[in-house]
T-cell receptor, first 111, second 117 residues
Framework: QQQVKQSPQSLIVQKGGISIINCAYE??????FPWYQQFPGKGPALLIA?????SEKKEGRFTISFNKSAKQFSLHIMDSQPGDSATYFC??????????FGSGTKLNVKP | DGGITQSPKYLFRKEGQNVTLSCEQN?????MYWYRQDPGQGLRLIYY???????QKGDIAEGYSVSREKKESFPLTVTSAQKNPTAFYLC????????????????FGPGTRLTVL
C-alpha cells in the first residue's frame, strides 16, 4: 500500500508562473511532512517542511499548504525560474522511525 | 563542515562480486538510512538504523547487508544475491526520536552510482 501519493508525475511551467505539486497520505500518525528537491546526479536536498499544527508555511518563493482533514499537502513555487527545474519529492514521517516518500514530480520551467 | 559523505561516487561491479558502499556522517545523528533510486523513479528504503548495533530491513532488503558499529558510519554491502544492483544509492541521516520542528529533518549524502559490468 502506497502511504504517500504524489501528483503530477511531470509538470511544465512557464518562467514566472506558479508550480503546484500535490501529495496525499493515508496514515494520520504522520506528523512531519518535508519536501525535497533533487537535481540530476545529486542527492535530494531538504527544501521546506511542515508539521500538522499549521496550515501553511512559507519560505521565500516556496510555500507548503496543509489540509489535515483531507490528509493532503501541496508545494507551491511562486515566480518559478528555470533554475527550479528539478525533481521534487514529498515525504511523511511519524512514529515509525522511517520516512515514506512520494514517487516524485519532474518540474521543467521553460524560459 | 558538517554533513554526509558517500564513497565512492561511481562504482563498477562484476557479476558475482560483493561490493561495499561507504556512508559517514558528522552530524551526530542517531538514525541512518540507505535508499535505492532507479532512473526516473522514487526512493526505496533498503535498510535503516536507529542506534548503534541495531538496524531494520526496509522495503527491498534482499541482496543487501549493513552494519552499524559506529554512530557515524553505516556501510552498505551489495551482495551477489542482488540480481539487478545497477542504481543510484543514497545514504541519509536524521535525529532519532527528537520532538520539535527540526527534530525529524533527514539529510542526504551525494550518492553512489553503482553499475554492473
Amino acid at each position: 500500500q502506497q502511504q504517500v501519493k504524489q501528483s503530477p508525475q511531470s509538470l511544465i511551467v512557464q518562467k514566472g508562473g506558479i508550480s503546484i505539486i500535490n501529495c496525499a497520505y493515508e496514515n494520520t500518525a504522520f506528523d512531519y511532512f518535508p519536501w525535497y528537491q533533487q537535481f540530476p546526479g545529486k542527492g535530494p536536498a531538504l527544501l521546506i517542511a511542515i508539521r500538522p499544527d499549521v496550515s501553511e508555511k512559507k519560505e521565500g518563493r516556496f510555500t507548503i499548504s496543509f489540509n489535515k482533514s483531507a490528509k493532503q499537502f501541496s508545494l507551491h513555487i511562486m515566480d518559478s525560474q528555470p533554475g527550479d527545474s528539478a525533481t521534487y519529492f514529498c515525504a511523511a514521517y511519524g512514529n515509525f522511525n522511517k520516512f515514506y516518500f512520494g514517487s516524485g514530480t519532474k518540474l521543467n520551467v521553460k524560459p | 563542515d558538517g554533513g554526509i559523505t558517500q564513497s565512492p561516487k561511481y562504482l563498477f561491479r562484476k557479476e558475482g562480486q560483493n561490493v561495499t558502499l561507504s556512508c559517514e556522517q558528522n552530524l551526530n545523528h542517531d538514525a541512518m538510512y540507505w535508499y535505492r533510486q532507479d532512473p526516473g523513479q522514487g526512493l526505496r528504503l533498503i535498510y535503516y538504523s536507529q542506534i548503534v548495533n541495531d538496524f531494520q530491513k526496509g522495503d527491498i532488503a534482499e541482496g543487501y547487508s549493513v552494519s552499524r558499529e559506529k554512530k557515524e558510519s553505516f556501510p552498505l554491502t551489495v551482495t551477489s544475491a542482488q540480481k539487478n544492483p545497477t542504481a543510484f544509492y543514497l545514504c541519509a541521516s536524521s535525529i532519532y526520536g527528537a520532538s520539535g520542528s527540526s527534530g525529524n529533518e533527514q539529510f542526504f549524502g551525494p550518492g553512489t552510482r553503482l553499475t554492473v559490468l
